[in-house]
């Protein structure tokens, strides 16, 4: 590798990174007062543990395959334990291990927005363990290495659409419903907290996004050029659909839905950075913008509790990039892609409706075993109070809501 492209993927993983503490106050601006330091610590947990994960074997499962795809350990659907604890990898290999690491750790962190002010931290960082060991990393092998690569035309997914946002979004939505609705949801003051906190951590996850998407290049080429500039007008052209959307529907546009539209355009363009146009990117993120808007406004009608809307933007902004990807890849662009029509429809449906499935079921028997184990569920005292004092012993602001139980569970 060229100097110039190491120096390139440095950065990149650098930045990608700094969006995990972006998500978190992205995350954290969106909760209330009394839980943001736990919310803080959710995200920050993720590049805690799944980095050490990432070294000692996960990598080498999510990666590494035999020559020939024989047998099941590195075959079609798991890699193999070959360079666990990175035996007998250096330089460029590294490398990629530690890019690819960034994608790992912040992709449980999109989860916790669906459980937030609810789950019990130190479940929390257990189901991070598990569910990187026993979902995210498959499903990384099969979209990269594995049997997605051997359909015809091949799936594409070039930073993460199907291996991240959909996967992360199938799995907030089974989180959401196994841990239950917030504690008087419906009749407390729920309003995030801070929204200037929210624009910052959308600031900083554009930012990082640039080495997110253009980083997945692999090298400092024309390919990462278009990369980032579709990453730039996705997420514009995210932000005017969702805020055109609302200002129709609702008369108002807020900082709420610029922040949420510029993701569902990040999201959506993800998968297909590498492979489209410009033109085409405006598309996903107008498509992204308006379309995840209606989905966030169903979880009222569907009745669960995706606390801070990760379903509807990263679960359905994933779906809508996959799609859209389907039909407007181009050759001339990326010529080791695939041209859009219908064959590559139908690859991305495959691809994207396995993860789907096999996220759902394994995320449910994670969950269910957790809760029957050692509980998900912090109490009612707690969650009352605030997960920040309850759990944490410390509070964000001066100004700590008061930490008096219920009337229901003061002594006696």
């Known amino acids: 590798m060229e100097s110039g492209d190491i120096a390139w993927m440095l950065m990149s993983t650098a930045l990608v990174v700094f969006m995990v503490p972006g998500l978190a106050l992205f995350y954290g601006g969106m909760v209330r007062a009394k839980n943001v330091g736990n919310m803080l610590m959710m995200n920050m947990a993720c590049v805690a543990v799944v980095p050490i994960l990432w070294v000692l074997f996960t990598y080498s499962l999510g990666n590494n395959s035999n020559d020939a795809k024989t047998g099941f350990f590195g075959g079609e659907f798991i890699g193999n334990f070959d360079v666990a604890g990175l035996s007998g990898l250096s330089g460029d290999d590294l490398l990629g291990v530690a890019f690819f690491m960034t994608f790992a750790s912040i992709t449980p962190a999109l989860i916790s927005g669906a459980v937030a002010d609810r789950m019990r931290f130190g479940v929390w960082v257990a189901f991070v363990a598990l569910w990187s060991t026993l979902v995210y990393t498959p499903v990384t092998y099969w979209v990269y290495t594995g049997w997605h690569t051997e359909l015809s035309p091949h799936a594409l997914d070039f930073a993460g659409g199907t291996a991240i946002h959909i996967n992360a979004g199938v799995a907030a939505l089974v989180m959401a419903l196994v841990i239950g609705k917030r504690r008087g949801l419906g009749s407390d003051d729920m309003a995030p907290h801070n929204l200037s906190l929210l624009l910052i951590g959308t600031g900083i996850l554009w930012f990082g996004w640039f080495g ?197 569970e003061a002594p006696q």
Not at 223 to 243: D, H, K, P, R
Not at 254 to 277: E, F, H, K, Q, R
Not at 319 to 332: A, E, K, M, N
Request: aromatic share 8%; hydrophobic share 50%.
């Open 212 to 408: 997110f998407n253009a980083g997945s290049a692999g090298a400092a080429d024309g390919i990462a050029v278009q990369a980032l500039l579709n990453t730039f007008v996705a997420g514009a052209a995210g932000m005017i659909g969702w805020v055109g959307t609302e200002w129709i529907r609702d008369g108002r546009a807020t900082m709420i839905g610029t922040a949420s539209g510029l993701v569902a355009g990040l999201v959506a363009v993800t998968p297909a950075a590498g492979y489209v146009s410009s033109m085409s990117s405006i598309l996903f993120g107008l498509v992204a913008g308006t379309i995840c808007y209606f989905a966030v406004r169903l979880k009222d009608r569907l009745g669960y509790d995706d606390s801070l809307d990760v379903v509807g933007i990263h679960g359905v902004g994933g779906i809508v990039g996959g799609i859209l990807l389907g039909l407007l890849s181009s050759l001339d662009v990326n010529e080791s892609g695939a041209e859009g029509g219908l064959d590559l429809l139908v690859s991305q449906l495959i691809a994207m409706g396995s993860v789907i499935v096999f996220s759902a079921v394994m995320t449910f028997a994670i969950a269910k075993f957790l809760d029957a184990t050692v509980g998900l569920r912090v109490s009612e005292s707690e969650e009352f109070m605030g997960l920040d004092v309850s759990i944490h012993g410390e509070a964000v602001y001066s100004t700590a809501p008061s930490s008096t139980p219920p009337p229901d």
